[in-house]
């Protein structure tokens, strides 16, 4: 995606405090975004903040944190979003989900692809 194209998305952000975000929220948001909506998921350094010994985040954030990733991630890998990143400054990226159209087999929701992956 271009940045002519990332620049119309509105997206929505949140203050880059804290993790505020979990993975039953972001399921949620994959399950009734609307294609072309786009949502922050986290705001930091994903790597280093998902790595224990920085110490950037609390342990059960961090677990949370790396969970919504992995969801994220699986998400992506299920062809439901797309994953953009948005460079602000040093350890400072946003990191976006962007919805897309839904698998056209009407047995593909989202709830029956996380119970394909669980068993």
């Not at 975004?33 to 930091?44: K, S, V």
């Not at 699986?74 to 897309?100: C, F, M, P």
Request: charged share 25%; with cysteine; aromatic share 8%.
């Amino acid at each position: 995606m271009s940045d002519r194209q990332t620049d119309m998305i509105t997206v929505v952000q949140f203050p880059p405090h804290k993790l505020r975000l979990t993975e039953t929220e972001l399921c949620g948001w994959i399950g009734q975004a609307a294609p072309g909506e786009a949502l922050e998921y986290y705001r930091g350094f994903l790597a280093l903040d998902t790595f224990s010994q920085a110490k950037r985040l609390t342990e059960r954030e961090r677990a949370e944190l790396m969970r919504v990733a992995r969801r994220a991630w699986w998400a992506s890998e299920q062809k439901l979003i797309h994953l953009v990143q948005r460079r602000h400054g040093a350890d400072d990226y946003s990191y976006l989900a962007i919805a897309r159209s839904k698998p056209k087999q009407a047995s593909a929701s989202l709830s029956s692809l996380l119970l394909a992956e669980v068993a």
